[in-house]
């Protein structure tokens, strides 16, 4: 089954390579979509793949990596679009 989801994520997210490891983690699990920083300092999220990897990769969103600091993760579940052809930084 597939899902597509979108979040923001809060905390110290930008200037850590948070994206550049979120496009990584989501090419590792097949997931497609992008990921962007904000004005705000929040970090945006638009994804969508198999219901264990998407899983699996919000519980990476929630942890990030050792540099960030990740103090808030809203997430909400869409219905699947199949519209992404891979996981893109955008800017």
Known sequence: M????????????QGVSFRAN??????????KGWVRNLRDGRVEVMAEGD???????????????????????????EGYKGEFKDFTIKF
């Open 2 to 13: 597939k899902q597509r989801f979108h979040a923001f994520i809060s905390g110290r997210v």
């Open 22 to 31: 979120t496009r990584n983690v989501a090419t590792n699990l097949d997931i």
């Open 51 to 77: 219901k264990d990897k998407i899983n699996d990769f919000i519980e990476f969103l929630k942890t990030g990596q050792d540099a960030a600091m990740i103090y808030k993760v809203d997430v909400r579940m």
